[in-house]
């Protein structure tokens, strides 16, 4: 009986030590259900706040390639091909504008949540990649703008330097010309001096647009002062030239008297008088003919006499006088009252 009773006990015994095993087990499995559990969620939670910040850093990246792109077509926008020195360029910042466009914004997924790790990690690999293209997009557009930059400074320097060289040529001439035809030569000295330092600038490979413009302002002022000087000796030599005319001219018209010398004749202090003894006396407006071998008299020759010598209308000849003297020394016989000629 007694052995039963042991028996029995042992059976109970086992019996209880499998439930509790059962028990200590369902346990086991509960824990380990609720640690992945947790750690799902910790994951997922983590995940999104991760997801979270990259977006807003994408948010930020999208805002300064906004900027960028609005930079880069405002230049476009000013920029003439005639401004730059390799167009090229243009082009290319123009492409780079157009994929910086197609980037622009942040991507966004619906399945981003915190309790899709799966779905909240595709996301934030989505964003991760936006946010280095549109990283690189901004770096190539700036690199664009940059070349463009550099092409617009290299075109207006080869201008200035083209310039600079214009005017050295110009004013290389003008030193060779200008000799012996300025007022004042040191200003010839000053523009040889202006011309060297001029060469030096537009040598240097260094030399940039302030420099070369800077070297043909003082260059233009050089020359600007020879061309003064030349303006003003031509000028003061114009005036003397024009003052010794002046004299001579008034020596000409200011002589106190006039000899005109043809068949004889002669005029002096405003008598005329004829190298075969005639004359004529202005202040007595009478013609003296004197006594010669050919019997002649102041009234005529061989017993002619002018005062008995009448026209058609009774008026008699009228006496030779200034009026009727030339100065080839012929005498013009005037007319009788009536206009007919003797």
């Known amino acids: 009986m007694r052995e039963s009773r042991d028996k029995q006990a042992q059976k109970n015994t086992k019996h209880s030590n499998k439930n509790v095993i059962i028990a200590a087990s369902a346990i086991a499995a509960i824990v380990v259900i609720t640690g992945i559990g947790s750690g799902y969620a910790y994951a997922s939670n983590s995940a999104y706040g991760s997801y979270e910040s990259r977006v807003e850093s994408a948010k930020e990246v999208d805002s300064k390639l906004a900027k960028k792109i609005a930079e880069a077509r405002t230049l476009v926008k000013a920029t003439k091909e005639a401004d730059v020195l390799d167009k090229t360029v243009l082009d290319a910042l123009t492409k780079s504008i157009k994929t910086g466009e197609a980037l622009k914004g942040v991507p966004a997924t619906s399945h981003a949540t915190k309790w899709n790790l799966w779905g909240t990690s595709k996301a934030k690999a989505s964003v991760v990649d936006d946010i280095a293209k549109a990283d690189d997009s901004i770096d190539a557009i700036g690199k664009a703008i940059s070349k463009v930059e550099a092409s ?21 001439t003008l030193y060779k010309d200008s000799e012996g035809k300025v007022q004042d030569n040191k200003t010839r000295e000053s523009l040889k001096t202006a011309i060297d330092n001029a060469k030096k600038t537009s040598g240097d490979k260094k030399a940039d647009v302030k420099s070369l413009t800077a070297a043909k ?15 003003a ?30 068949s004889g004749y002669s005029n002096s202090g405003g008598s005329y008088s004829n190298n075969g003894g005639g004359s004529y006396s202005g202040g007595s407006s009478q013609y003296t003919q004197p006594q010669n071998s050919n019997n002649c008299t102041q009234y005529g020759c061989n017993g002619y006499d002018y005062r008995k010598d009448f026209d058609s209308a009774g008026g008699g000849t009228a006496p030779i006088t200034k009026d009727n003297i030339n100065q080839d020394g012929s005498i013009t016989i005037g007319g009788d009252s009536h206009g007919n000629m003797w």
């Open 233 to 262: 000796k031509a000028q003061a030599d114009a005036q003397k030239q024009a003052q010794e005319q002046a004299q001579v001219q008034a020596q000409s018209n200011g002589a106190s008297s006039e000899t005109y010398s043809n």
């Open 152 to 172: 617009k400074t290299a075109k207006q320097v080869k201008d200035a330097k083209d310039t600079l060289n214009k005017t050295i040529s110009d004013a290389e």
């Open 217 to 231: 302002d003082t260059l233009s002022k050089a020359v600007k002062s020879v061309n003064d000087s030349k303006n």
